[in-house]
């Protein structure tokens, strides 16, 4: 019987079209054990035995955790070479490497224009992540090899901390959880979340996810985003709003999930913070340069906003020494992505679109 974790559409990557601004598949990782794609997908072996293409794959956590992506890929026959190196390659180690490779599940190796002019068998590089800096696009297109990435994998993970973020600044969860390790039992009066309203800034992946969420907090949300309507945003149940400025002064919680761009560098100042509600809450799980860091503890010391809660920092590592004694204040070390499932869907989609380019079909999320 399937694993009602682990149907086969699941594994094999079936559309989930209900997921927020989802051209996006969503997988749930299988219990250990209990499922493997190779039983279903025996009758491939033989037929593709006989052409067995190299695969290489340089992400060293591919596969550790969870079977399934690599069992998918053996089910298809591939001859599977690894990086032994447990660090990115090096160009002049990826193109010996490389050597009769037809595909690359690949990490954070350097994927220069001397890769793509030194290999010939190449179709596909499936980069198990988002980031793109270290493949030369253009080289890639030039020699006529396909390039893509993972850009959803983590969106459910970061919306889960981003929440959670929210609730632990609220809630004092950190405060609380230390005096009471200490002997102390202290009253700390929060906030509550339920029946808020939620400002978000950016309605993409992410954004979406968290409006997703904080509605079953029966939240209301508001939407900060230049680049959606106010159908689309309305879709999710939000309501868009022209300014940020409006959006900062009407939200009881504020979370952040636009890029870094000229646009939104340091958006988060002295100013916009005054136009905050003095008990409002700030969550960044997006990028550090959204805010000016100095103005936001100032801003915590003297009460101007409630709390805050930053995954993402200017600095990473942060300096933390000025938030010492600020009250609501809860800092993580960029660990939005951090989860079973984030890797296991990099794992799944990275092999999904290695395997739709090798076999004919056009990828989900191909990039060049
Ligand atoms: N904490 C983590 O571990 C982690 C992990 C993944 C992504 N991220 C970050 O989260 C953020 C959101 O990621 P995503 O996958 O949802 O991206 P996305 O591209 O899907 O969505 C970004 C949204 O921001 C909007 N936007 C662009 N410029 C804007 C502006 N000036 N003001 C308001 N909105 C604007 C876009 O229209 C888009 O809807 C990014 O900064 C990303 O780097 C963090």
Redesign the pocket.
């Known amino acids: 019987m399937l694993n009602p974790f682990c149907d086969i559409y699941k594994a094999l990557g079936k559309k989930n079209e209900s997921a927020p601004?989802s051209n996006t598949i969503r997988y749930i990782p299988p219990e250990e054990g209990k499922c493997s794609v190779t039983s279903f997908t025996a009758a491939h072996h033989h037929q593709h035995t006989k052409t067995a293409m190299k695969i290489l794959i340089t992400s060293t956590s591919y596969g550790q955790k969870d079977k399934t992506p690599l069992e998918l890929l053996q089910s298809k026959g591939y001859e599977i070479t690894w990086n032994e190196t447990g660090k990115p390659l090096s160009a002049s180690d990826l193109i010996g490497k490389l050597n009769g490779c037809t595909g690359v599940v690949a990490g954070l190796d350097h994927f220069t224009a001397e890769v793509f002019e030194n290999v010939n068998d190449l179709k596909v590089v499936a980069r198990y992540g988002?980031g793109l800096d270290r493949v030369d696009l253009d080289a890639a297109k030039k020699k006529g090899v396909i390039v893509t990435n993972t850009?959803?994998a983590?969106?459910d993970?970061?919306a889960d901390?981003a929440v959670g973020l929210m609730l632990a600044a609220a809630r004092h969860l950190v405060e609380g959880h230390r005096q009471t390790m200490e002997g102390g039992w202290p009253k700390l009066f929060g906030v509550s979340l339920f029946r808020k309203t939620v400002g978000l800034?950016?309605?993409?992946?992410?954004?979406?996810?968290v409006a997703q969420r904080v509605q079953g907090f029966e939240c209301r949300t508001l939407v900060?985003?230049?680049?959606?309507d106010g159908e689309t945003a309305a879709r999710y149940n939000c309501q868009k709003v022209d300014t940020?400025e409006m959006l900062l002064s009407e939200s009881d919680f504020v979370s952040?999930?636009?890029?870094?761009?000229p646009?939104?560098n340091q958006?988060i100042n002295r100013q916009t913070l005054s136009l905050m509600k003095p008990t409002a809450i700030l969550v960044n799980?997006?990028?550090g340069e959204?805010i000016n860091e100095a103005d936001l503890c100032d801003a915590l010391k003297n009460k101007i906003i409630g709390g805050a809660g930053l995954?993402?920092h200017a600095a990473e590592p942060p300096q933390t020494e000025d938030y010492r004694d600020v009250p609501n204040f809860v800092i993580t070390p960029?660990?939005?992505?951090?989860t079973t499932e984030a890797l296991y869907n990099m794992a799944m989609d990275s092999t999904n679109d290695l395997i739709a380019v090798l076999e004919g079909r056009e990828p989900l999320y191909r990039i060049a």
């Open positions: 601004f988002v850009p959803t983590n969106s993970s970061v901390l800034v950016g309605l993409g992946r992410i954004g979406a996810r900060y985003d230049p680049y959606i940020l952040l999930h636009s890029p870094a761009s646009a939104t958006m799980t997006a990028r959204l995954d993402a960029h660990m939005g992505a951090y």
